[in-house]
């Protein structure tokens, strides 16, 4: 998996996660109706600590995975290589990308006006990339999608439901 790819599952999570606020998934609504009669898995349900108030809950979740995984300079320079996110529109085609893909070549130390030139005729001409170009597709999927701060930031996922730390309850 890519960085690109890896952005684009995380934006879908995102979009999940923020529609879940106001109508819940599967899963909830089978805790709904067990918390309604009493029994969930065939077992008893007692009173416990207070509710988790649901919105407040995904709202916290995709606050944390918007903070902790901006959509990055590099994540829109290496998109400009990948045709899914190219436009549809000749017009709109001309110039997109070129600056991204310069930006990446000198960061890489490729030649970015040769770049540019070879992105420009894959593009708009639908000829193979050329040697610099190729090599800037390869190394664009050899960017980490993952770090070990974001690891330990999804590890702070679990303690979301932490009295003293969080006010989740109702």
């Not at 790819?5 to 709904?32: C, F, P, W, Y």
């Not at 899914?84 to 990446?104: I, S």
């Not at 800037?136 to 590890?155: D, M, N, Q, V, W």
């Amino acid at each position: 998996m890519t960085l690109v790819d890896s952005s684009v599952h995380i934006k879908q999570t995102i979009n999940v996660l923020t529609a879940m606020k106001t109508t819940g998934g599967r899963s909830t609504k089978k805790a709904e109706q067990g918390v309604s009669s009493g029994f969930f898995k065939d077992v008893e349900l007692t009173e416990g600590r207070g509710k988790i108030n649901k919105p407040r809950f995904y709202e916290s979740v995709v606050a944390t995975l918007t903070k902790r995984l901006p959509e990055s300079s590099l994540v829109e320079a290496l998109k400009a290589l990948d045709k899914r996110f190219w436009p549809g529109e000749q017009e709109d085609l001309t110039l997109f990308g070129e600056q991204e893909v310069h930006r990446l070549a000198k960061s890489l130390g490729e030649p970015a006006g040769e770049a540019v030139e070879q992105f420009r005729d894959w593009k708009l001409q639908g000829t193979p990339p050329g040697k610099t170009l190729e090599w800037l597709c390869i190394a664009s999927r050899t960017y980490l999608p993952t770090s070990a701060e974001c690891e330990r930031g999804f590890s702070a996922v679990n303690n979301t439901d932490n009295q003293s730390r969080n006010r989740l309850r109702e």
